[in-house]
């Protein structure tokens, strides 16, 4: 089938991903068009993140909505109505690679199983048993049709048998952590939505690997399975996640939400994820470092909700002044690990612009302005593509023997959503996978940490 250039016709999620260079600038004689030849900004390697962008959000948005829904939300339509904007991202990206007929058929069977999904809610909340096994059973439909498209779309790169495996998954996840959450059981609830948002990472490879392989000359022959391109990847999948989880957290803090220490624990994980994998790559000391700073602004920002429950304005004041000395401190130090790779003045840019998108989003929620929270919740997770794009960049020209080239898989990933390739790396990183990787092999127990 004719492919036009992939993504270019997402709107607001994927304007944000291709300047490798946005939070990479130069460096001794790299120039700017060089940043973008990295191996970690190949064609293939944009495709791969971008979907797992989009993917990734869309497991985060749903179990989020089926909360929204339970609880009776107000916020429950501009929830719902993110999470069909993002099917619609990736819909536009499904139809940039085979088609306008096959991005509305794409698009028709997806947002069947999110309306399975709330019918599922709206049956939990009216205890109609047999509502919610009529929802199960429609979402079972659901996985036998989406298998098949993706069947029949990659000429059976992706086979029918192992895409619903991969999607039985992705159900269960979603109905597990609801449930749990319905229960009160929010560290499960908590533990299994990271688990859902890491397995459609792991889906984002495998299909990513089966477009490439089915038009690569649309792709210069590159490849997305590669040491360079699982660094980022798994860089995109944490900062993502990170935007995501402070979000909602800080939504929970000013609601006085009973979910509240679970939601802020599920954050701080994320943290402790992100720090586990600059230690692998700057040393132990350097991954301690790292944490304090980082920790410091999730806490800066509880006191910032913490001080708008209690219409404390001299407090949010001193919580905005600690996330400004938080930006400064916080470029500096990765300015310093990547010896100016990622310069602070183009780090303290794109932090700015996090700590404002998420001060944005949730000033918005606490007025009722639930549209341009859940615009700056999607903005903020898209953003945070920038940095996993810039700091994978600087950490592959600083150690370039351990992110050489791998070959195309010669075959594809037997699990259909998810996956790793035969690949042979260096010890090293297979340990920077493994701290990044480890929720999406076995379900996290997250310890509830209150902040």
Do not use: C
Not at 59 to 80: C, H, N, P, Y
Not at 406 to 429: C, D, H, R, V
Request: avoid cysteine; aromatic fraction near 8%; charge should be negative.
């Amino acid at each position: 089938m004719k492919m036009n250039k992939l993504m270019v016709a997402l709107p607001m999620s994927l304007a944000l991903l291709v300047p490798t260079a946005a939070l990479a600038d130069d460096h001794g004689s790299h120039a700017a068009t060089e940043q973008m030849e990295a191996p970690t900004a190949t064609k293939a390697a944009e495709l791969r993140i971008a979907l797992d962008t989009i993917l990734t959000e869309h497991a985060f948005l749903a179990v989020e909505t089926m909360q929204k829904g339970i609880d009776g939300a107000e916020d429950f339509d501009q929830a719902s109505a993110a999470l069909l904007a993002n099917s619609d991202d990736l819909a536009a990206a499904v139809t940039s690679v085979y088609g306008e007929e096959g991005g509305a058929a794409f698009l028709e069977i997806w947002n069947s199983h999110i309306g399975y999904f709330v019918d599922y809610v709206v049956a939990t909340g009216e205890g109609d048993e047999d509502g919610r096994a009529k929802a199960i059973a429609d979402l079972e439909e659901y996985k036998t049709e989406q298998a098949q498209f993706f069947d029949t779309a990659t000429e059976s790169r992706l086979p029918e048998a192992a895409v619903k495996e991969g999607l039985d998954a992705h159900v269960d996840q979603l109905i597990t952590s609801f449930n749990a959450y319905a229960e009160g059981d929010f560290e499960t609830a908590y533990a299994t939505e990271r688990e859902s948002i890491h397995h459609m990472s792991m889906f984002a490879e495998t299909l990513s690997i089966a477009i490439t392989d089915q038009f690569p000359d649309q792709f210069d022959n590159t490849n997305p399975d590669t040491p360079a391109v699982d660094l980022r990847a798994g860089l995109n999948m944490i900062f993502t996640e990170h935007a995501g989880l402070a979000a909602m957290a800080m939504q929970d803090g000013v609601d006085g939400a009973e979910s509240f220490d679970q939601a802020a624990g599920a954050l701080l994980a994320n943290a402790d994820d992100l720090s586990a994998a600059v230690g692998s790559v700057y040393g132990d000391e350097a991954g301690e470092a790292f944490s304090e700073v980082w920790g410091s602004h999730i806490g800066y920002f509880v006191d910032y909700v913490t001080a708008t429950a209690e219409e404390n304005t001299e407090g949010q004041e001193q919580a905005k002044a600690d996330l400004d000395e938080y930006i400064v401190e916080q470029a500096a130090l990765l300015d310093a690990a990547t010896e100016g790779r990622v310069p602070a003045d183009a780090l303290e840019e794109g932090l700015t612009a996090h700590v404002d998108q998420l001060l944005v989003a949730f000033d918005s929620y606490v007025a009722g302005d639930y549209e341009t929270a859940y615009a700056s919740i999607r903005e903020a997770y898209a953003h945070m593509t920038m940095p996993a794009a810039g700091l994978s960049a600087a950490i592959t020209d600083q150690f370039p023997e351990e992110f050489g080239e791998a070959a195309m898989p010669s075959e594809m990933p037997a699990t259909g959503m998810g996956g790793m390739s035969g690949n042979s790396t260096a010890p090293f990183l297979w340990v920077l996978a493994g701290l990044l990787l480890a929720a999406l092999i076995t379900t996290v127990s997250v310890r509830a940490r209150k902040q």
